[in-house]
């Protein structure tokens, strides 16, 4: 469970490593020497961007037990706000909802706070 959950936290950290491999691997040996140091600048970006992701694990721990704490007995939106404008929290809210058996409030989060709506806010 908690193994599955840190890969479902981290979705974005790991698809980034995934593609730095790729950018490494698949044709690196066939390439003469300028394009392969930017296919290199290129993987080692995304390994840097998958590690400030990954490090994150522990706050995102926190902020999962904050949430679940305060909707455990009643469901409140304003409490996810702040969590549901980057692909990468979005994730963490869906998870807190989960553990909370409240997965179809995922759905009225989106229309409030969703990504889409922040650059225009709805009143």
Not at 19 to 44: C, D, E, N, S, W
Request: aromatic share 16%; with cysteine.
């Amino acid at each position: 469970m908690k193994i599955a959950r840190f890969f479902f936290l981290n979705m974005y950290g790991c698809l980034l490593v995934f593609g730095g491999l790729i950018f490494i691997f698949v044709p690196f040996y066939k390439i003469p020497f300028p394009p392969r140091m930017t296919q290199t600048i290129i993987a080692v970006i995304f390994f840097l961007i998958s590690i400030s992701l990954f490090v994150q694990w522990k706050d995102r721990q926190r902020i999962m037990v904050v949430l679940r704490n305060r909707n455990k007995k009643e469901f409140r939106p304003k409490t996810f706000k702040q969590w549901m404008g980057r692909p990468c929290t979005r994730l963490l809210v869906k998870a807190v909802l989960t553990d909370l058996n409240k997965t179809e409030q995922f759905n009225e989060l989106d229309v409030l706070y969703g990504w889409k709506t922040s650059t225009h806010k709805k009143q």
